[in-house]
């Protein structure tokens, strides 16, 4: 597919590798000569110059483009500048919504503004934390079959039921029908067989239906005790979005914030929210605000390197609660080897939205990918397929289908029904299928087999 995205900042890059990545053709549209250098390194097309108007589009070819998508710092000048696409040409549109007050109204008027997605980088993100506080035994949770099928990511402690079982023996502990997906040992990342042998320490995914979730985590002996106070360091908009769906559920949220403008207008938005207007790297203040006593610390500062320390500081002196960190730069692989419970990449996470929803756009012109999710830090990837049409796919026994090496299919759904299958069960059509994968470019059941 032709893409147009306007506006390089980290969002904008993050998104055009990723979609480079996917094997689309890219083009990005900026002003700023310096940040259209450092991306015209990879495939990805750069074009400088004003992406809200008509001329610069133009010469991006925006006639011909498929979707354009506008992700500058500026709500109104993405609003504005998708109009203008959509005047020119472009098919479809995507508008990076930031601010609070905007949202629901754009939302409302989403066809009115002719918009195909409205994206709200902090406001997913914060979905993304809500969830991740509301099972605080997962480190990750993806969700597929329209939210009936859930992929949780868990760390193994030395006294799980599972350390030192083989994924084959591991069926009587999951009466519930559950299967394991991945397993991530150091660096590397498996998909496993039933002679893989789990270790402590390992970080496994596990597939299983939605409401099994809290079954799951007893059977694993996971603490999985519902959070009642938590504690965000940083009010960014991520820690407003976050503080509001919290609250709602009448979980009790503390903020501490550093500029205190920032404090009064929290305090004018969240009337169930504590706000606290302080520096969230002074121990003294932590701890007299009740960080060992919190059963959720979400760091949401301006830095990694800030957000990164206070975590740890937040492990050593609470090691019971669930913390979670956010991480703009994943290029470095250290991340990977601090003692961090879970970590969120707000800019990665709005590529892989966005790349969800450009996969559902081509499911009408030839893919049959219905959702997509980067698993075991981009080594793997979790496709739900929708069977089509007849192939050598269909109705065949599992256990008599010559599948990819380091592939498995973990999940079947028909007519509303979740099928954690064995080898006797089949694939029909119009089933959704959930394949495990470390091959890249699936793009339709029949790219399974060998």
């Known amino acids: 597919m032709n893409i147009i995205i306007v506006g390089c900042g980290r969002v904008g890059r993050t998104i055009a590798y990723q979609l480079d990545k996917e094997g689309h053709s890219v083009t990005v549209i900026d002003t700023n000569r310096e940040v259209l250098e450092r991306i015209s390194a990879t495939n990805v097309m750069a074009h400088r110059g004003n992406g809200a108007t008509f001329a610069t589009l133009r010469d991006a070819g925006v006639e011909n483009c498929d979707l354009l998508i506008a992700v500058t710092a500026s709500d109104e000048l993405n609003l504005y500048t998708c109009l203008i696409a959509k005047n020119a040409g472009a098919p479809k549109t995507i508008a990076r919504v930031r601010n609070p007050q905007y949202t629901n109204d754009v939302m409302k008027l989403k066809d009115e503004l002719m918009l195909s997605l409205v994206i709200n980088p902090e406001q997913t993100c914060a979905r993304e934390l809500s969830r991740l506080i509301k099972f605080p035994g997962a480190l990750e949770i993806e ?247 007849e192939s050598m796919a269909i109705g065949v026994p599992l256990s008599m289908l010559s599948l990819k090496n380091e592939l498995q299919i973990a999940c079947i759904t028909r007519n509303g029904k979740i099928i954690i299958p064995s080898g006797k069960d089949t694939i029909e059509l119009d089933d959704t299928v959930i394949v495990v994968t470390k091959h890249r470019g699936l793009f339709d059941l029949k790219d399974i087999l060998k």
């Open 143 to 389: 969700s597929f079959a329209k939210g009936m099928v859930d992929l949780i990511k868990v760390k193994i402690k030395e006294n799980s039921v599972l350390a030192d079982k083989k994924v084959m023996d591991c069926s009587n502990i999951f009466k519930d029908g559950l299967r394991i997906c991945t397993a991530e040992r150091g660096k590397e990342c498996f998909i496993p067989n039933g002679d893989f042998e789990i270790k402590a320490g390992d970080v496994i995914s596990i597939i299983s239906e939605s409401n099994a979730a809290a079954k799951l985590f007893k059977n694993l002996g996971v603490i999985n005790a519902k959070s009642r106070h938590v504690l965000i360091l940083g009010g960014s908009k991520i820690a407003y979005y976050l503080a509001k769906s919290l609250s709602e559920t009448g979980i009790k949220v503390k903020i501490i914030e550093t500029n205190r403008e920032r404090c009064e207008q929290l305090s004018d938005l969240l009337d169930d929210a504590v706000i606290i207007h302080g520096n969230a790297m002074n121990q003294e203040l932590l701890m007299s605000e009740g960080i060992e006593h919190a059963d959720a610390i979400v760091a949401l500062m301006d830095t990694d390197e800030e957000n990164i320390i206070i975590s740890l500081f937040a492990k050593d002196v609470n090691p019971d609660a669930k913390i979670i960190t956010e991480i703009d730069n994943i290029s470095f692989s250290i991340i990977d080897s601090l003692p961090l419970d879970s970590v969120i990449h707000p800019k990665h996470l709005t590529g892989q939205y966005i790349i969800q929803y450009v996969r559902a756009m081509q499911n009408s012109v030839g893919s049959n990918i219905e959702t997509l999710h980067a698993i075991c830090n981009d080594q793997a990837e979790a496709l739900e397929f929708r069977a089509k049409e």
